[in-house]
C-alpha cells in the first residue's frame, strides 16, 4: 500500500498525464473528423461486437508469419489484461485493504493467468524486437524504389523501441513488484514466474523490499503515465485504432465496391481526393490504425514486381504526415500539400491493379486501394491528368459504348456459331440474359470464350438471350481509372437499358467478373438491382441439373488462376473449380490461390495502359507460378485474365495452353 506522501504525489502525477492524454487525443479525433463522410454507427452492438472479437482473435493474424502472429497476440493479450491489472494495482495501492479478487479460487485464478501472461507479454516483446533490431527482418523494409516520408524509416524504428521498452518496462516491473511482495509474505505457487524471480531477493532486509516493491510499482505505473499522452502519436496506437476502425468502416456489398460521387451537387468543389482531409474519415483511421507490419505489402501484385507503390508505405506515409501536422489539423488549420507530394509517387498511383490483395491482408481492415482510387478520381476529375492511353478507352467508352473504340456490330462473334443466339428483341421472354461484355464482342480471343459460353447454354437448353447492340460498357474500367463521371453515364445508360429489357425480373449471366462486380455491387445505389451470376456459377447449377453431359475421355492437368474481381471481389471460389471438374481435367493449385491469388496484372485500367516501370511484368510472374504446377493447361475465368496469360505464355514460348472454363466445358460436352 502507498504511503499518504505517495497517494498524494500519484493524485498529481495521474491528473497531469490524464489532461495532456485528453489534450493529444482529442487532437487525434479532431484529426479524423477533417475527413470527408461519417464514421459508421449503424447497428452499433454488432459493430461493437466486431471491434471486440477482432481485438480478442486478432483478426486471423496468424494466418500468414505464425510465428510473428503469436508473439504480436501474446503481446495484444497481454495488453488487454493489463488494462484490468493496472487498474487494480492502482486501487490496491490506494485503498488500504483492498484485494482483488480474494484469497479464494477466483483470486488464484487472476493471479495465475496475470503470472503466465505476463511472461508471454514479455517473451512475445523480446521475440519482435530481436526480430526488428538483430534478426532485421526483410519482410520489415519497404523496398528503395518506394516513396517515403522522410522522417518514417528511422521514426518507425525508434518509435518501436520505444513502445518494445515501454511494454518491457511496464510488464517486467509489475513482474518484479510481485516478486518483491512474494518475498515479503512467502511463497505463491499460484505465481510461478514472479516466485521464480522472487529466489532473486532471498536474505534481503525487509526494508529494501519494501522500497523494491514501492520502486517497482513506480515504475510499472507511472510508464504508463508517462506514455499515455504520447499514445496517438506512437504506432502502439493501432492496438485500440485497429477495432475501432474495424467498429466504423463501412459495409460494403463486396470488398471492392466503390461509393458514388454526386455531380448533381452544386456545393461540392473537390471529387476525389487532392489532399489528406479530401479522403474518407474512415480513411484517416486507417493510418492511426495501421500496424505497419507489411502484410499489405507482400500481398501487392505491383510491389512484388518492383514497381514503385507500397500500400504500406502509403499508409505509413499519411500517418507521418498526420504526425507532422495533427496540432494544426485539429485546429482547423489549412492542409495544402498534395497527397501525391509525399503519400505516393504519380508511377505507384498508376501500377495499381485494384486486386484488393492489399485489403484481403490487413489485419485491421485498412483500405489503401480506396485512397488510390479517390486520388484518381482527383487527377482526372479535378487534375486532367492521367495516363495518355487511357484517353483512347475514354473516348471509345463515349462515343463507341466500349474501350476498344470500335463501332462495328457487337453480334458479329455470332456469325460462326451453327445456331442463332437471340437478342431480347427476338426472344422477349428469356430465362437468362447473357451480358457479353465489350472484350466477349470485339477482343479476338474474348469472342472464343463468348462462342463458348453460349454453346453451353444452347446445349444445356437454357432459354437465353443477349442485348446485342443495346449492350454498353460497364464503366468499370472509367471507375477504377478515377473517371467516376464517365462511369456514372454509362451505368445510368446500362440500367435504363437492362430495366426496359426485363432483366431486373431474370438472371444475368456473365463471363466477365469485372461486368459482374459491377452490375451485381455497385449499379444497386443507381438503381439496378440484378441476379448476376459467373458462367461457372451457372455451369455448375446445369451440371448439378443434369443438363451438361461430358464425354468420357480423358481430361488434361489443369491449374486455375482466380481471378480477383470474381474471387476476392465477389467471393466465389467454388463454382470455377466444380466447372473445371464437370470437364474431367485434373486440377493442380497454385501456391497462391482463392483468396491468395495473385493478380494477372489487368485490372484497375492495367490492361488499357503500359503497365509501370518494374523488375518484371505482374503476368509474367503469374505465369512462372502456373508453369510450376506442372500442368498443361491454365485455367481462367476472365477474358482480361486470358489476355494477359495468353501474353505471358507467348513470352515464354507458348509451354501451356491458356483456356477459358467455359471453353474447356464446351470441348468437353457431348453434341
Not at 61 to 68: A, K, L, T
Not at 135 to 141: E, R
Not at 291 to 303: H, K, L, S, T
Not at 403 to 410: H, K, N, S, T, V
Amino acid at each position: 500500500m502507498l504511503t499518504p506522501y505517495e497517494k498524494i504525489l500519484f493524485a498529481v502525477v495521474a491528473a497531469v498525464s490524464l489532461y495532456l492524454a485528453s489534450v493529444t487525443f482529442r487532437r487525434m479525433i479532431r484529426t479524423i473528423m477533417r475527413g470527408q463522410g461519417r464514421l459508421f454507427r449503424d447497428g452499433l452492438p454488432g459493430r461493437v461486437m466486431t471491434g471486440i472479437k477482432a481485438l480478442a482473435s486478432q483478426n486471423n493474424m496468424i494466418r500468414n508469419r505464425p510465428f510473428v502472429s503469436l508473439a504480436h497476440t501474446a503481446i495484444a493479450w497481454g495488453f488487454i489484461l493489463y488494462m484490468a491489472v493496472n487498474l487494480v494495482d492502482v486501487l490496491e495501492g490506494m485503498i488500504p485493504g483492498f484485494a482483488f479478487p480474494g484469497e479464494g479460487a477466483a483470486g488464484q485464478a487472476y493471479r495465475l493467468i496475470v503470472d503466465l501472461m505476463t511472461a508471454a507479454a514479455l517473451a512475445g516483446m523480446a521475440a519482435l524486437l530481436i526480430r526488428r533490431f538483430i534478426v532485421k527482418s526483410p519482410a520489415l523494409d519497404i523496398a528503395p524504389q518506394v516513396q517515403l516520408h522522410p522522417g518514417a524509416a528511422d521514426g518507425i524504428r525508434r518509435d518501436s523501441l520505444i513502445v518494445g521498452f515501454f511494454i518491457l518496462g511496464h510488464v517486467g516491473f509489475r513482474l518484479l513488484g510481485a516478486s518483491f511482495d512474494i518475498a515479503i509474505d512467502g511463497p505463491d505457487p499460484w505465481q510461478p514466474v514472479a516466485a521464480l524471480a522472487a529466489g532473486l531477493w532471498t536474505g534481503m532486509e525487509p526494508s529494501y523490499l519494501t522500497f523494491g516493491l514501492h520502486a517497482s510499482w513506480w515504475m510499472a505505473i507511472g510508464l504508463v503515465l508517462v506514455f499515455l499522452p504520447w499514445f496517438p502519436y506512437s504506432k502502439h496506437a493501432h492496438l485500440f485504432m485497429g477495432p475501432f476502425n474495424l467498429m466504423t468502416s463501412r459495409d460494403r456489398s463486396s470488398p471492392g465496391a466503390m461509393d458514388d460521387l454526386d455531380f448533381e451537387d452544386e456545393t461540392v468543389e473537390q471529387f476525389g481526393a487532392g489532399r489528406i482531409t479530401d479522403l474518407d474519415r474512415t480513411h484517416i483511421t486507417d493510418a492511426f490504425a495501421c500496424i505497419m507490419c507489411n502484410r499489405c505489402q507482400d500481398a501487392c501484385p505491383a510491389y512484388a514486381t518492383g514497381k514503385e507503390l507500397s500500400p504500406a508505405a502509403l499508409e505509413v506515409n499519411k500517418r507521418y504526415h498526420l504526425r507532422d501536422h495533427m496540432k494544426s489539423l485539429a485546429k482547423d488549420g489549412d492542409d495544402s500539400e498534395p497527397l501525391l507530394a509525399y503519400a505516393m509517387s504519380e508511377s505507384a498511383l498508376w501500377a495499381c491493379t485494384t486486386c484488393g490483395a492489399c485489403t484481403e491482408a490487413c489485419p485491421v481492415g485498412n483500405e489503401p486501394m480506396f485512397d488510390i482510387l479517390a486520388m484518381r478520381q482527383n487527377q482526372v476529375l479535378m487534375e486532367s491528368a492521367f495516363p495518355n492511353e487511357l484517353k483512347g478507352a475514354f473516348t471509345g467508352i463515349e462515343r463507341n459504348g466500349n474501350p476498344w473504340q470500335m463501332a462495328g456490330d457487337r453480334m458479329e462473334w455470332t456469325e460462326t456459331l451453327d445456331f442463332k443466339v437471340p437478342t431480347v428483341a427476338e426472344n422477349p421472354d428469356y430465362d437468362v440474359l447473357y451480358w457479353v461484355g465489350c472484350a466477349g464482342a470485339f477482343d479476338p480471343g474474348a469472342k472464343d470464350t463468348a462462342r463458348a459460353i453460349a454453346t453451353v447454354l444452347h446445349r444445356s437448353g437454357v432459354d437465353f438471350a443477349v442485348l446485342g447492340n443495346d449492350e454498353s460498357c460497364t464503366g468499370d474500367l472509367a471507375r477504377r481509372a478515377g473517371n467516376e463521371y464517365l462511369y456514372s453515364i454509362a451505368a445510368e445508360g446500362n440500367i435504363e437499358t437492362l430495366n426496359a429489357s426485363g432483366a431486373d425480373r431474370k438472371r444475368i449471366v456473365t463471363g466477365c467478373p469485372h461486368c459482374l462486380h459491377t452490375l451485381k455491387n455497385e449499379y444497386g445505389t443507381l438503381g439496378g438491382r440484378y441476379e448476376v451470376m459467373h458462367h461457372t456459377q451457372l455451369i455448375g447449377d446445369l451440371r448439378n441439373d443434369g443438363k451438361i453431359e461430358v464425354k468420357e475421355e480423358e481430361g488434361t492437368r489443369a491449374t486455375y488462376h482466380d481471378p480477383c474481381y470474381l474471387g476476392r471481389h465477389g467471393g466465389e471460389y467454388e463454382a470455377p473449380r466444380e466447372a473445371l471438374a464437370a470437364a474431367r481435367p485434373s486440377l493442380v493449385e497454385m501456391a497462391r490461390s482463392r483468396n491468395r491469388s495473385f493478380c494477372c496484372g489487368a485490372g484497375g485500367a492495367q490492361v488499357w495502359k503500359e503497365e509501370e516501370k518494374g523488375r518484371e511484368a505482374v503476368s509474367d510472374n503469374r505465369f512462372r507460378e502456373a508453369r510450376e504446377t506442372g500442368a498443361d493447361t491454365l485455367a481462367v475465368g476472365c477474358p482480361f485474365c486470358a489476355r494477359m496469360m495468353n501474353d505471358a505464355n507467348k513470352r515464354a514460348g507458348e509451354p501451356m495452353r491458356v483456356r477459358d472454363i467455359a471453353e474447356i466445358v464446351a470441348e468437353s460436352m457431348k453434341a
